[in-house]
């Protein structure tokens, strides 16, 4: 019972959402954090490509680096006489792998013995998939490159014709080295692997001797 004088409690009407609301509220968030992890996944395969792509042209650089330096160094010998120079090294003719000599020390020999830095062959290893340097015909054989789908290399003479038998390896006067590779994994975004060829024109300045 009300008593006289005393003042009536109101009941004020709480606002809130409907069912229908929030319904339509998770479905807009659900769609945003959608938005965001898709773009997310794909900035990070775009990153993880362009590591690999990095990787990749650095590896075969670096390899295609290398032998620049020691094919230049092709037929050197600080003596510089007729008898070292008529001794047939410099680089010799082989389809199978490319060997550099050179008279480092001066002695008019060229050492082939494990080690030695006067008979340096670069071969390729298609089942591995990697490229191999070895010093000396003894020595054994490193990997200075993995990833390579292709190693080729061709050998000119004076007049850029080709020379294509061991028996006119004195003739050769230029080597052109053609490296293919790939990305380590495949790129989801094409598919498959990426792929880089580079490839030099070597002209040693001793081979003109």
Do not use: C, W
């Amino acid at each position: 019972m009300i008593g006289i004088g005393m003042p009536l409690l109101k009941h004020k009407k709480t606002a809130g959402f409907t069912l229908i609301e929030l319904l339509v509220s998770m479905a807009i968030g659900l769609a945003v954090i959608a938005a965001v992890a898709g773009t997310f996944t794909a900035q990070t395969r775009q990153n993880n490509a362009e590591e690999q792509i990095a990787q990749m042209q650095q590896n075969v650089r670096g390899a295609l680096d290398l032998m620049l330096r020691e094919i230049q160094m092709a037929k050197y010998n600080p003596a510089a006489t007729a008898t070292a120079f008529s001794s047939g090294y410099g680089v010799t003719y082989n389809a199978s792998q490319l060997e550099v000599k050179a008279d480092m020390n001066g002695d008019e020999a060229i050492s082939t013995s494990s080690g030695s830095v006067e008979d340096i062959i670069y071969a390729y290893d298609a089942t591995n998939m990697y490229i191999t340097r070895k010093l000396g015909s003894s020595g054994t054989a490193e990997i200075v490159a993995d990833n390579i789908t292709a190693f080729t290399f061709n050998y000119y003479d004076a007049n850029g014709n080709a020379v294509t038998s061991s028996a006119n390896s004195g003739n050769i006067r230029k080597v052109t080295v053609n490296i293919t590779a790939r990305t380590a994994k495949p790129d989801p975004n094409i598919g498959g692997y990426r792929t880089y060829q580079i490839s030099a024109d070597i002209t040693p300045p001793n081979m003109a001797l």
